[in-house]
């Protein structure tokens, strides 16, 4: 589900997603790819999408534009975040106290991105009209 207010900021790509084996399978079958070059186990081990550099595996960024580039076969975690009709990820308290380390710079440049409940319906229109500018651009190559 893709909100209302998406900016297609890439956010929600730098969190820790937790895979079925229907995702799993799913992925394998839309991308190609074998499970161990995008799976990893937790500490409990349990399949988690794998994260490069705090980014998922399969996030691309063109420009200002965050890409899922398994968007058709992500995993059912990902088709249903947030949950709800506007994203406010940007305004989780988590984001409030980060450390200072490489990861958390890049995550600080989207959270400039990211849609807020003060995001001026503009912006949002811009982002999205960047994003779907892009996607096309990407589907013509």
Known sequence: MIPENCTFCGLCCTLTVRLSERDIKRIEKGSGRKREDFVVADNDGKP?????????TFFKREGRVGICTIYDSRPDNCRDFPGKRLCDLAENPLYRHLSDNNENKRVRLLLKNAPTSATPAKAIEEAQQNAAETFKAISEK
């Open 48 to 56: 988690l999408l794998k994260r490069e550099k705090g980014w998922c």
